[in-house]
Structures are given as C-alpha cells and as structure tokens.
C-alpha cells in the first residue's frame, strides 16, 4: 500500500524545471548555499561530503549516497575538514555533466583523492509545491546504500548524455528523468527508514506506521468517499481520539484536511489533463455539490476551476529552473 500511496502521489506531480551540474575538488573544500525557491539534490559518486543544514545535526555522505532537501533552507556542503573560505554557491550550477561515467575515480591522475558530488536543482509545479511539498520532512536521505549506485549513476549518465546532445524534447525528458530520480530515492528513503526516525511530521514518515500508512493508502485509494475520522480509525482498529492524534502527530495535520489537500490536487491534475466538466471532477473527488467544489478549489488554488484549467492549457513547456 506504500507503493500505491506513493505511485498516486507522482502521478500529480509536475516537473517545471530541472539542472544538473558535476563539483569535483580536492579537500579541503567547502560551499554554502543560500538560494531558495528550488528543491535541492546531492548524489555523492566518489569521495565523501559533509551536509550541514541550518536547525540540523551534520549528515556524513559517502560514495553511494544522495540526498534531496524539498524545502529551500541554507545549508552547506563541504569535506571532511573545511577550509576557512567557500566556493560560490555557483560551482554546484555553471558545471556541465561532460564525462560522467562509471570510470570516476577518487584519486586523481597526481595520486590525490579527490570528492564528486553531482549537484540537480529542480521545482515542481505550484499545486504541487503547495499541497504536497509542505508535508515532506526537511531532508530525504538515502545513506549507506552501497547498492543505490548502479541505478543512480545510469541514471545521471542518462541525464548527461541527454542535456550534451541538447535534441528535441531533451528538456521534457530531462525532467521526466527527475521523477524518476526523486521517486527512486524516496522509496530508498521508506526502506531503510523506521517511523520512529522521522525527525519532523511528514506524510513520507508517516508511510511506514502500519495503522497510519494503511489510513493513508484507503484515503488514496479513495478519495471521493465520504470519509469521517470515526470511519478511518474503525478500519484500522484504533479508536477515534487515538487515531486522530497519531495521525496529526506523524503527518502534521488532521485526517481531513489531509483529505482535503489530497482532494484538491487530484482535481488539479484532472483540470490540467483536459476535463472540462467541472461537476464531472466535483464528483471524481467527492463533492456532491458543484458550487461546494469551487469554493474549495477557489480557496485551495486561489482561482476558479474554469480559470485554473485556462491557465494550465496557456502554459508553455517548462524550461530549466
């Protein structure tokens, strides 16, 4: 029911940007990031780096590991032992992907070792960041995964290949790549992580507790039902006020607000694909009446149905954040 959850979720999610940039450097190294407005991604493919993110314990990263941080936050990067000066933020943005390969090595050609870091910078499409991107933990990390590897950098060769050759559609396949990327390190994230580790409320988290992570898994399955808090802790054997709170506890907010939210992006994803009966994606995600649907979506998106649906056949092709 994990997967469901999650392959339901990535179904509504749109890509509207993505870059990728290669940092090789010899330690001692360090560079801070400021820039927000983007989510963050950090795959380590040789060497090892040290994350630091404001409000957070350090996080060591070795070959293999990669991280996304969804929210923009300032944070840093650096080797083991940093030096007392940075490199520009920009070193992780102007560096193209040329020769990435599986050949990379940490020691240089001179006998010294050497870290490589694979920078991405992407953001998704507002609804999404708005709805789904608020409840994801401040950092996904993915660590001592040695078997991550192979996939991660078939992956980036992919993506480098694609943006040298700069063919048509290479940016629309760039972007489909970072779906694929984001949603194979949040499933590498769920498998070695226990609920007990989530640091702060996050759906993601919330996945793995069994009872809360099958509420989720009936509300996405189902979201048109007319569901009450009653209802959902019946179905998972857990009373009402108990359920209510471990959810709120786990997730971060309430189950029907939750509902809501999950409501709301499926009906912007049914208006971006082309529906244009607004009670027939009323119904779809379980409103009865029409004129309830819009005062909800009108809040959630702050526009109309009808103006959202516009808007979103008026978009040009995203082009590179």
């Not at 997967?3 to 990728?20: H, I, M, P």
């Not at 000066?85 to 050949?103: C, D, H, I, K, M």
């Not at 189902?222 to 019946?234: G, I, N």
């Amino acid at each position: 029911m994990t997967q469901d959850v999650l392959t339901d979720v990535f179904q509504t999610l749109r890509v509207s940007g993505a870059e990728y940039a290669r940092f090789e450097a010899h330690a001692p190294w360090a560079v801070d990031v400021r820039s927000g407005g983007v989510v963050r991604f950090y795959a380590v493919l040789a060497g090892e780096a040290r994350l630091e993110v404001a409000g957070a314990a350090p996080i060591t990263l070795a070959g293999g590991d990669l991280v996304v941080l969804p929210h923009p936050v300032q944070h840093s990067l650096s080797s083991r032992v940093s030096p007392s000066s940075s490199y520009p933020e920009s070193v992780l943005e102007s560096q193209g992907l040329t020769a990435l390969t599986r050949s990379l090595r940490s020691v240089s050609n001179d006998g010294a070792f050497y870290d490589c870091i694979v920078s991405g910078r992407f953001s998704f499409e507002p609804s999404a960041r708005q709805h789904w991107w608020p409840l994801l933990p401040a950092v996904i990390a993915v660590r001592d995964r040695a078997h991550t590897l192979p996939w991660l950098e078939s992956t980036l060769r992919f993506i480098a290949s694609e943006s040298d050759m700069r063919r048509p559609g290479t940016q629309t396949l760039v972007m489909r790549l970072t779906d694929l990327l984001v949603f194979q390190v949040i499933r590498e994230y769920l498998a070695a992580a226990a609920p007990q580790d989530a640091g702060s409320p996050s759906w993601l988290s919330a996945l793995s507790e069994p009872q809360i992570g099958t509420a989720l898994a009936l509300l996405h399955e189902s979201p048109q039902e007319a569901w009450t808090v009653a209802r959902l802790a019946r179905k998972v054997g857990m009373s009402r006020s108990a359920f209510a709170a471990r959810f709120v506890r786990l997730v971060g907010e309430p189950p029907l607000h939750y509902l809501t939210r999950l409501r709301m992006q499926k009906a912007a994803a049914l208006l971006r694909d082309g529906w244009d009966a607004t009670a027939g994606v009323a119904e779809q995600v379980g409103y009865v009446s029409d004129t309830a649907f819009c005062k909800a979506f009108k809040r959630a998106f702050g526009q109309s149905p009808g103006a959202y649906r516009r808007a979103a056949k008026n978009t040009p092709e995203p082009q590179a954040a």
